[in-house]
């Protein structure tokens, strides 16, 4: 099973927001609220952003926001900073009997 | 503090094996579900494999038949062994931890390198 789709790169400057997308189809983003996004820096784990689509764990600023239409799911990030430069993927549970989560390829973030 | 801290990778070389651990503090691993998630160089994330709380076990297509999840829970360490390895398994593995047995991964290990070359 391919994985989740998501733009290679998206750019924005300090202040701006930018949205990253993530494309699934009816067996996993478009039916499961089960979406999560993570941030990673190079060199560094992954980092939890959002998960089930809108929910910030606590500690994320609410300048990181998520929703989700149909089968594709989004995370904007609002105000941004030097430090939201990194590695995005979102991941969603599938009702593939093969797998169990699928990552997105990841969107790297540069700001300007 | 929940931590995770992987050991056990290094250069192997293709059709060996490899046994990583991770170790756990803060929580107990046989109450929770984790996973192993590796990541090539330069590449994104790939899920490997899941053990839950209840002992079921799941893994990637790609690994099935040569990859065993595990816990060992008097030692609170989740283990992956590996065989038959080849050079398309050189990744980062990271050990995580599924938030309340949910279909997301709130912790992270630092992760530990496997680099499978002759």
């Known amino acids: 099973q391919s994985a989740l789709t998501q733009p290679a790169s998206v750019s924005g400057s300090p202040g701006q927001s930018i949205t990253i997308s993530c494309t699934g189809t009816s067996s996993d983003v478009g039916v499961y609220n089960y979406v999560s996004w993570y941030q990673q820096h190079p060199g560094k784990a992954p980092k939890l952003m959002i998960y089930e689509v809108s929910n910030r764990p606590s500690g994320v600023s609410n300048r990181f926001s998520g929703s989700k239409s149909g089968n594709t799911a989004s995370l904007t990030i609002s105000g941004l900073q030097a430090e939201d430069e990194a590695d995005y993927y979102c991941s969603s549970y599938t009702s593939s009997i093969t797998l169990f989560v699928l990552f997105g390829g990841g969107t790297k973030l540069t700001v300007l | 503090e929940v931590q995770l801290v992987e050991s056990g990778g290094g250069l192997v070389q293709p059709g060996g094996s490899l046994r990583l651990s991770c170790v756990a503090s803060?929580?107990?691993?046989?109450?929770?579900?984790m996973s192993w998630v590796r990541q090539s160089p330069g590449k994104g994330l790939e899920w490997v494999s899941v053990i839950y709380s209840d002992g079921s076990t799941y893994y990637a297509d790609s690994v099935k038949g040569r990859f065993t999840i595990s816990r060992d829970n008097s030692k609170n360490t989740l283990y992956l062994q590996m065989h038959s390895l080849s050079t398309e398994d050189t990744a980062v593995y990271y050990c995580?931890?599924?938030?309340?047995?949910?279909?997301?991964?709130?912790?992270w290990g630092q992760g530990i390198l496997v680099t499978v070359s002759s």
């Open positions: 995580a931890r599924l938030h309340a047995g949910r279909f997301y991964f709130d912790y």
């Open positions: 803060g929580f107990t691993v046989s109450s929770n579900s």
